[in-house]
């Protein structure tokens, strides 16, 4: 079993949707979590980053952590042809043995349709 | 601000040979990490290289090497290529180890096909 599992999709949507995104962990010791948005032949970029469990905010992007569950999301609200790409979680645990070590799951492709 | 850079973009390797890509970080920061991606999968952590030196490695042989030079810019070595290292090939920088908020950048990535 994969330490991060993450649904590859794809997921198709029609412009203006509000999409949902999720990812499941096994190991309890995970503290940070991040979403990176990969477009085709591109490295990831940092799109949220977020400590512990509860929620962040950041324009039409919502994380949401819920570490009871081992379960994490990231919501866009109005999505836009352009949000069309792949979607990385990715999670490591505290400590300086940790650092650096991030673990990432397969990504979900997102098409957004005009 | 110069965000990560990686060379070459593209490399072509028969089995056996030797590769070395390379990575300059991010401006201001200190710490590089190489990553492995295989077409359709998330990224695989290598190594992490700090002060020049490895601090944290991943589930990869020793046929995959490293090395940070005083400016910070590294370099990844895979030595006697297999078909399945094929991949694309990524380099992120990060601003030390102490912190708890170690957020990596990511560059475009080297994408190595060996044949």
């Known amino acids: 079993q994969k330490e991060v599992e993450q649904d590859p999709g794809p997921l198709s949507v029609p412009e203006g949707a509000i999409v949902s995104l999720n990812c499941t962990y096994s190991n309890s010791a995970f503290q940070y979590f991040m979403w990176y948005r990969q477009y085709s032949r591109k490295g990831p970029e940092l799109l949220m980053y977020?400590?512990?469990?509860g929620n962040k905010e950041d324009g039409r992007f919502t994380a949401q952590v819920d570490k009871s569950s081992k379960y994490i999301s990231l919501f866009i609200r109005d999505s836009q042809p352009s949000d069309s790409a792949t979607y990385l979680c990715?999670?490591?645990?505290?400590?300086?043995?940790?650092?650096?070590?991030?673990?990432f799951g397969q990504g979900t492709t997102l098409q957004v349709k005009p | 601000d110069a965000g990560v850079t990686q060379s070459p973009t593209h490399l072509i390797k028969t089995r056996g040979q030797q590769v070395t890509l390379r990575c300059s970080p991010k401006?201001?920061?200190?710490?590089v990490s190489w990553y492995q991606q295989a077409l359709g999968q998330g990224p695989q952590f290598i190594f992490q290289y700090y002060e020049e030196e490895e601090r944290q490695r991943g589930n990869f042989p020793d046929r995959f090497s490293g090395h940070q030079f005083p400016n910070y810019s590294s370099e990844l070595n895979v030595n006697a290529l297999l078909l399945g290292d094929s991949a694309l090939y990524l380099c992120a920088s990060s601003l030390g180890l102490a912190g708890e908020t170690d957020t990596q950048y990511f560059g475009p990535g080297t994408r190595l096909t060996v044949l």
């Open positions: 401006s201001g920061h200190d710490t």
């Open positions: 990715a999670m490591r645990a505290m400590g300086s043995s940790n650092t650096g070590k991030l673990i």
């Open positions: 977020t400590y512990s469990s």
